[in-house]
């Protein structure tokens, strides 16, 4: 009997250990499957990474369900979308974007509803041509299935480089972005209205708790910024909406989980379509205007982040075409159930500082946005307070191309002043794309016919602007903008860099020296022993 059970334990024990190995097989020929499909390894990463930062994106992405339907819902104000069903319809599309960027493209991706777009849906469209929110919609539908048949005919990045100048593209995105700023301080209460200068300074006193809470969540979310605190948007909503609901400047939350509130789907409306009607042009406004911030923002922020993770192939974004494919999928969704226009999310770049190489963590992206669909009761009841912050700290964001724009060149300094101060003061972002364009296109032709020199990026004049315009003593005195505009370049500044230049060749002197290089050395020594004009006064 014992040898039995010593045989029969013997049995068992090898079965066991044969489950576990085929459990062991099967768990490490999937993971080995993610690995080789998304090429993880081969770009030097690993798993843990890619869902880590997937992870991150996410939680840098999500104000977008709560900052969404605030903008959305006051789009139709005769028939106002519940904030839920927005929520809804932000997540599927969101989940939809991401997942078809990380397939399709293998990118580490966030798609989402683009801010400055689900604006303009609101106030270019709805609000300036008196459309419903359905009809509207289907100027996002179009302009999606536009973009979806650009993309697929590889037209979307030779459309970009022939309309739009590069220093016209960087304007757009920080107009966007001052606009955004201007929603979010109107949220506040920190910018209202005023009969005397249109607008002003709001109720800066201490019983004013909506706009006390909304400025020490400025402070708070500003310092998590500061300090690299990754998911800082969203921790810093958090805490201003358990602020409110605290002090009950605000109602808190029902619940924590529902089903998703479909509600908002297949609302779409092609009724104003009709050729000759009355808000026919408007819909074909609002859908051009549409597709080019969207095409215009897509091909700036995939080459962007792009060069962040390092994954560029000889200057140019790998697998673009199907980005582009990617983010019309995601805004013919969206259109379908309800949102706006989706585009690349700028705070991917917190998963790709984080690790991120490969779609999968863009999938990741994608499953915690499907999830996020299922906490509609939590996410609506955040106050408005809570997510003005946010669209405020956005706008600072889209800031940085401001310096990629060469201001004392008045060739591109102007098309782009039109463009950032038109749409924030105009509130409407089509009026000033269109200003910059129109302006960039009078330019380009009177720059022909005058044969003006071309606008060159990043070009800094050295000793040639001595030649090209003459100098003023009057203007070394007064350095003002008008004395610099007037009589150009400052003899000081050209005599500085006369000296820098000069240092460098004496530095760099040596046995294999060109004649050429000794005659520039003794040609800018010569120009610094003359007298400078600053001694005749």
Known sequence: L???LKDSRKAMGQ?????EQQTSSLS????????RSFQVSARGSNLQTEIRSGFISWMTMSYILVVNPVILGGADLENPVPAAQIMTATAISAAIGSLAVGILAD???????????NAYFAFGICHAFEVSFGQAMSCCFVSGAMLLALALMGFCNWIVAKVLSDHLKKAITVAIGIFQALIGFQAMGLVVPSPDTLITIGNMSLSNGHLNLALAGFVLISAMLVNKVHGALILGMMAMSLCAWCTELSPPPS???SWPDFGGAFLIDFSAWTPGGPKFIGMLVGTVVMLFVALFDLAGVQFGLMGIAKLLKDGEVPRSKSIFSSAALGTMSGALLGTSPVIIANESSAGIVEGARTGLSACVVSFLFVVSAF???????????????PLVLIGAFMMAPCSGVDWDNLRAAIPSFLTITVVPFTYSIHNGIIAGILMDAFFAITGTVLKEAPVVSGAEPLLSSMSASPVSPVSSRMRTPHSVMAFGASEAVVREKAQQL????????GAASTQEEMRLAMALESYLQLPSALEYF
């Open 375 to 389: 906490m509609s009761p939590l996410l609506s009841s955040i106050p408005r307070v809570a997510t003005s912050v």
């Open 28 to 35: 490490g020929g999937w993971l080995q499957y993610l690995d």
């Open 15 to 19: 079965e066991t250990m044969a489950g």
């Open 2 to 4: 014992r040898p039995r």
């Open 255 to 257: 619940g924590v989980f």
């Open 107 to 117: 990118a580490p991706l966030g798609l989402m509803p683009g801010m400055g777009l």
């Open 502 to 509: 000069l240092a460098e060749l004496w530095r760099c002197q």
